[in-house]
């Protein structure tokens, strides 16, 4: 059976400080990798998405980014983060119709 | 688009009733449609997905229900229980695209 990892689980991080987020599937190939953000309270934005290795898709623009080295394995990255990048932040993994989302990583900017 | 920005409603059932959530799509050609589970600091659960060619799909407690001529999707969940209490999100996705597009989420309180 498929199962996706994140972590860390939670980060309580200062302004301006660096991120990396890293999200990894098991038991599947090739699988369109997601990177969504979720305020507290509201629904999903979706950040970005890779259909395959090297490949990224950018849905919004901001001060993040997203890369994937390997075919299972999603980053998310900023060089400084601002406030506003507070959130809940969740990988998703799909192959045909259906997504499946990882247990999240709550991000805390202070 | 996205349902980014917006506060979620709330529906409030009694425990053992029937429950409604609702969702209204925005694109015609959507081809797939889900429905998620969102429990407090957990990642969305799948329950029942819905291609557009049906109008009806039947699941352990819970059907979902198409109408693509008012675009319009809805979760039933019977005999609510204490432990349905979540945030449910529709999801559907564009004309067999890699993106899905959320709705803004409804959340259930169930009342004992």
């Known amino acids: 059976s498929q199962t996706i990892h994140q972590w860390p689980a939670t980060l309580v991080q200062p302004v301006g400080s660096p991120l990396s987020l890293e999200c990894t599937v098991e038991?599947?190939?090739?699988?369109?990798l997601y990177w969504y953000r979720q305020a507290a309270g509201r629904g999903l934005q979706l950040l970005f998405y890779?259909?395959?290795?090297?490949?990224i898709s950018s849905e919004v623009p901001q001060n993040l980014s997203a890369s994937r080295p390997q075919d299972r394995q999603f980053i998310l990255s900023s060089k400084k983060l601002l406030l506003s990048d507070s959130g809940f932040y969740l990988c998703a993994w799909s192959r045909a119709h259906e997504q499946f989302f990882g247990p999240g990583t709550r991000l805390t900017v202070l | 688009g996205e349902s980014v920005g917006l506060h979620l409603p709330t529906l409030s059932v009694q425990e053992g009733d029937n429950s409604i959530i609702n969702c209204a799509y925005s694109?015609?050609?959507?081809?797939?449609f889900i429905w998620y589970k969102q429990e407090s600091g957990k990642g969305p659960q799948f329950i029942i997905d819905i291609r557009s060619n049906m109008d009806k799909r039947q699941g352990q407690r819970v059907t979902v229900l198409l109408n693509k001529t008012v675009k319009h999707l809805s979760l039933q969940i019977a005999a609510t229980q204490p432990g349905d209490s979540a945030v449910y999100f529709c999801a559907e996705r564009h004309n067999y695209g890699q993106n899905f597009v959320f709705g803004p989420g409804t959340r259930l309180s169930v009342l004992p």
């Open positions: 038991g599947t190939s090739n699988p369109n």
């Open positions: 694109n015609s050609a959507s081809d797939y």
């Open positions: 890779s259909v395959g290795i090297g490949q």
